[in-house]
């Protein structure tokens, strides 16, 4: 099993910055992508941005030029820089990483609690 934790939301005003962490841990062997994703109350998760094991990136265009995800592979850590925060950024994060599972003897999907990010004056 991999767990994964994450950190650093919260309230921020308009035009602020917010840095979201996630850390990895437990039986892990490789993790493949991985990103960050945020759901609204009532709506589907959503994609914000992922990032390969070798550094290639996605954004959702709604954060393209505003925020930027990085990850450690060493440390099995992603993370996400947010600039430029709008009201809309408002929503539950959440870790995302792809990663090996003994169990199954294939890759899946690990999931970290969530963490809220609040953007209001």
């Known amino acids: 099993q991999v767990q994964l934790v994450e950190s650093g939301g919260g309230l921020v005003q308009p035009g602020g910055s917010l840095r979201l962490s996630c850390a990895a841990s437990?039986?892990?062997?490789?993790?493949?992508?991985m990103g960050w994703y945020r759901q609204a109350p009532g709506k589907e998760r959503e994609l914000v941005a992922t990032?390969?094991?070798?550094?290639?990136?996605n954004y959702a265009d709604s954060v393209k030029g505003r925020f930027t995800i990085s990850r450690d592979n060493a440390k099995n850590t992603v993370s996400l820089q947010m600039n430029s925060l709008k009201p809309e950024d408002t929503v539950v994060y959440y870790c995302?990483?792809?990663?090996?599972?003994?169990?199954?003897?294939?890759?899946?999907?690990?999931w970290g609690q969530g963490t809220q990010v609040t953007v209001s004056s």
């Open positions: 990032i390969t094991r070798g550094g290639s990136t």
């Open positions: 995302n990483a792809q990663a090996w599972d003994w169990g199954t003897s294939q890759f899946r999907n690990y």
């Open positions: 437990g039986s892990i062997f490789r993790i493949n992508d």
